[in-house]
């Protein structure tokens, strides 16, 4: 079983994020909708990004990382389909 810390490291990895840019959540945020099929089975960590871009003023989606929770897998890792 991947712990919580696993998965930081794992997105840290992937993104080389500073520690204040990302949200570590143990279950599906309401506000993410990756329209990738996950099985719904499947226990995941989702690590919501908000990389900072020249304009504050643009609308944007946040970046997610999936990771089962079983296998440490990268399971998704794109937009977060939150922008608005």
Known sequence: MIMKNNAV???????????DNFTVYSKKPKTIHC??????????WYIVYNKPRNSSYMI??????IISKRTGKILYKGFAGDEG
């Open 9 to 19: 490291k794992i997105a840290i990895d992937c993104f080389k994020p500073s520690k």
């Open 60 to 65: 944007r989606s946040s970046t997610v990382i």
């Open 35 to 44: 329209y990738k099929l996950l099985d719904k089975n499947e226990p995941c």
